[in-house]
């Protein structure tokens, strides 16, 4: 009986949600990369839920809430590291008074669920300068700020990539003073 009990507190408080904040069933399914069926199978509590931990990490993203507020979660063996600079980019999320389901509709549907994996952790964030600065104009990051965001994430990825920043600094400086003077002369 305890097992029906979680199923239904698992699909109410998913239906709740999407209720609640007006969201289509089928652009949910979008943000969580599933299929509409899948979703109406979530939210039916004649049918188990989910325990695939990467769909029930995408759902509790979208939802705002931690994936263990979910009975059928069970947590990873390999934890996500604690990542700054998408801490960063949530604090200007906070900033700008958006929740994550607000956060991604300002995207087009295709990009939205890459989206969630990078705000769950699971990818990581854009060093394609162009991509980073469209969620930079959705949060509003003053250029100055966007540009030095983007220098951690990029060095990120080349330490994550065995690039010794440290006996590298001039050749990395050159390459971000020359990539700053590039977007300048853009304007």
Partial sequence: MQ????????SKKVFDFLEKNKIHKKDFAQMIGVTLSYVYNLIDDAIPFSTRTTTLERIATVM???????????????????????????????????????????????????????????????IDFSEFKKIGDILNIKENDLFELWKNVFSEYLEDNNFDTTNNKELLDAMFNGAKKYLTSKK
């Fill in 64 to 126: 705002d809430i931690m994936p263990e507020e979910f009975d059928e979660y069970v947590i990873s063996s390999d934890p996500v590291p604690y990542n700054k600079n998408l801490e960063t980019l949530k604090d200007y999320m906070k900033k700008n008074k958006l929740s994550t389901v607000e956060f991604l509709k300002k995207f087009e549907r295709k990009k939205r669920l890459q989206t969630v994996d990078i705000l769950r952790g699971a990818k990581p964030l854009y």
């Fill in 3 to 10: 097992d029906k009990k979680n199923k239904q507190q698992s």
